[in-house]
């Protein structure tokens, strides 16, 4: 089974450019989730949708991010304008409500560095 | 709101065992452990349920007290290879998913 694939694996881009980053889950997963880390923190929750329908976006900082997921199969998530404080690898995962347990699987992600 | 998870870091000699705690301020529904090595993704390890369903990996075991809203992570007999940064993850009912300050894990040979 193919794992969670993203792109670019490395981005660096100077503050105040915009940036896309794209995320194809696990085939047959309706959950997709983008997270946010910081180095030395745990995973942020950004956005997680059920199918193409947004369950949970209230720690998106909407004025500058946004995603999408279209067909309830790939995601992209765009950052504009980017600002230094963004510098941090963003996390896509996705699962499927197994009995409720919604255990996720995570890509590789994507190393942000922002100048 | 996020899971407060203790200690912070711990260091170990192969073959000797370590606990890592996870506490929440919420009513937890489920509890999932990771660990992540430097440079990777989270690799999902366990999940615990209300009502005490839980799945095992390797020699890695774990509680979930749901009336202390909390969950603890057993590794007995570390391996080398256990090292890396121990992440709880929480939801509370809505499937919201949080996830804890982390636990750095080194194991010495």
């Known amino acids: 089974e193919a794992g969670v694939a993203q792109s670019p694996r490395y981005k660096i881009i100077e503050k105040r450019q915009s940036v896309a980053f794209w995320c194809n889950p696990i085939s047959g997963h309706a959950t997709l989730y983008w997270y946010q880390q910081i180095l030395g923190q745990g995973p942020k929750l950004l956005i997680q949708f059920q199918n193409n329908g947004v369950v949970d976006d209230s720690q998106l900082p909407k004025d500058r991010f946004s995603a999408e997921r279209l067909k309830g199969v790939d995601s992209t998530l765009k950052i504009q304008p980017a600002k230094l404080e963004d510098s941090a690898v963003y996390l896509c995962?996705?699962?499927?409500?197994?009995?409720?347990?919604?255990?996720?699987?995570f890509g590789p992600g994507t190393r942000l560095t922002v100048t | 709101q996020q899971p407060v998870q203790s200690p912070q870091a711990v260091i170990l000699r192969e073959g000797e065992d370590a606990v890592i705690n996870c506490s929440s301020s919420k009513a937890l529904y489920s509890v999932h452990w990771y660990r992540q090595k430097h440079g990777e993704a989270p690799v999902f390890l366990m999940i615990l349920l209300k009502g005490g369903e839980q799945k095992g990996h390797e020699k890695i075991s774990a509680s979930f007290n749901e009336k202390k809203q909390q969950s603890s992570l057993y590794l007995t007999a570390s391996q080398l290879s256990y090292s890396g940064t121990y992440f709880c993850?929480?939801?509370?009912?809505?499937?919201?998913?949080?996830f804890g300050t982390g636990t750095r894990l080194k194991v010495l040979a």
């Open positions: 995962a996705s699962s499927t409500p197994r009995d409720k347990l919604y255990e996720q699987y």
């Open positions: 993850g929480t939801t509370s009912g809505t499937y919201k998913y949080i």
